[in-house]
């Protein structure tokens, strides 16, 4: 059964530093997410994307954080510089359509920010 | 935007016996209330959907009940078994966002 998968599994970063959290979508989805979920705290919607450009996004989605489809496989996650506050687990999905369709959850990448 | 709460935050249940997981939601032009089964170490997991125009779904052990009016619904499983053992959360969303509840440790106990 075609899966989300995601890597690394475990990211542990300096605070200050980028990173690069990276997907990679069920094949025919054309429909690619990004939540986190701090420790003990709710999965938080990020931002979707669609036709190669955010459709939309959250308030935590601010200007230290970017999304792209560099190769028309992968589906990446930049945060420019962390932040304490940035560690959390974060998911990646993706869905065929859009609204009301099913979304497909990676296993997630826990990042660590110290 | 959507506020969804989910009650209770953990359920044990003797293994045969029945589990409901609640949800409300704040927003009424929310009109697709998944639930997701997350197990240790993995992403979540769609179990069952239902979407605004219905009012009850059923898959086997598993139904989701919908009241629009009141903005909440609920998530029935029948027969628990222990792999029935996991996190299960709540969702609502009437765009491509999902709105997640706090989720539910639900463990079955033998």
């Known amino acids: 059964e075609p899966e989300v998968t995601q890597t690394p599994s475990h990211q542990v970063t300096q605070m200050g530093q980028e990173v690069i959290l990276r997907c990679v979508p069920i094949?025919?989805?054309?429909?690619f997410y990004w939540y986190r979920q701090i420790l003990g705290q709710k999965v938080e919607f990020l931002v979707s994307?669609?036709?190669?450009?955010?459709?939309?996004k959250s308030e935590i989605f601010d200007d230290q954080f970017s999304v792209e489809r560099p190769d028309g496989s992968n589906f990446t996650l930049k945060i420019r510089s962390t932040k304490l506050e940035d560690s959390a687990m974060y998911f990646c999905?993706?869905?065929?359509?859009?609204?009301?369709?099913?979304?497909?959850f990676g296993p997630g990448t826990r990042l660590t920010v110290l | 935007g959507e506020n969804v709460e989910q009650h209770p935050s953990t359920l044990s249940v003797q293994e045969g016996d029945s589990a409901v997981i609640k949800c409300t939601y704040s927003?009424?032009?929310?009109?697709?209330f998944p639930w997701y089964k997350q197990e240790l170490g993995k992403g979540p997991q769609l179990i069952i959907d239902?979407?605004?125009?219905?009012g009850e779904k059923k898959d086997q052990r598993i139904a989701v009940t919908l009241n629009k009016t009141a903005k909440h619904f609920s998530l029935h499983i029948t027969e628990t078994q222990p792999e029935d053992s996991a996190v299960y959360f709540c969702?609502?969303?009437?765009?491509?966002?999902?709105?997640f509840g706090t989720g539910t440790s639900l463990t079955v106990i033998p």
């Open positions: 969702a609502a969303s009437r765009g491509n966002q999902f709105y």
């Open positions: 239902i979407r605004s125009n219905v």
């Open positions: 094949s025919n989805h054309l429909y």
């Open positions: 994307f669609y036709n190669n450009e955010i459709s939309e």
């Open positions: 999905a993706s869905s065929v359509g859009g609204v009301g369709n099913e979304q497909f």
């Open positions: 927003d009424s032009a929310s009109n697709y």
